[in-house]
């Protein structure tokens, strides 16, 4: 197993591969004056290395670096996290501790559900989301691809939000949101418009 992306988010999928008993071998970084991180070698290309979990938090990094490989890519589940054996989970996510996902739920790919982030049922996450530490996703809610829902964010149920917004820390969703919305506040209200 390779994680692409020598950083913070990095260690933490090293510890979720760790306590499954999956070895790490390397990271991959495009930072030429790493050579070792997290008690690993860092290697600065990825041909012919695989399977590769890309952790970088950015959801539009992410979608750049994914792209541009051509391997096999895994996914990481922490034994903490209680994952609904009826939901469906895209190759290259990354669920991490404490995080609960139930009946229904589809998750795409390269999606990331943060720390105690609760996602509820027959909820659809689209590809590249990061749902950020201790959000609360309720029922039948619908992510567009490549949206950040910021730590501590509450969306109620049914809501729809379009891609490629973010969705500033502590907000409170209550109505449907637009592609490409920037925004926070309790209730969420939209400051502006992302190219």
């Known amino acids: 197993m390779y994680l692409y992306g020598a950083s913070g988010h990095g260690k933490v ?22 050579s ?16 590769i979990i890309v952790c970088v938090g950015k959801c539009d990094v992410r979608r750049q670096i994914v792209e541009h490989l051509n391997c096999k890519f895994a996914s990481a589940i922490h034994s903490s996290a209680v994952v609904s054996p009826s939901a469906k989970i895209g190759e290259g ?10 009946a229904d739920v589809v998750i795409g790919k ?3 559900v943060n720390t105690k982030a609760s996602i509820d049922h027959e909820s659809v996450i689209e590809d590249f989301v990061h749902v950020a530490p201790g959000s609360t996703i309720s029922g039948n809610v619908h992510i567009g691809a490549g949206t950040w829902i910021g730590a501590g964010t509450t969306v109620i149920q049914g809501v729809r939000i379009g891609k490629n917004c973010f969705i500033g820390a502590g907000s409170v969703i209550v109505k449907d949101v637009p592609d490409n919305s920037k925004g926070y506040g309790v209730p969420f209200r939209v400051v502006d418009t992302l190219k």
Do not use: R
């Open 110 to 112: 390269h999606c990331i």
């Open 93 to 102: 996510t990354v669920v991490m501790q404490g995080s609960v996902i139930q």
């Open 13 to 34: 999928v090293k510890e979720i591969l760790d306590d499954s008993g999956i070895e790490v071998k390397a990271f991959i970084d495009d930072n030429l004056s790493l």
């Open 36 to 51: 070792d991180f997290f008690g690993l070698p860092v290697l600065h290309q990825a041909n012919g290395l695989e399977p």
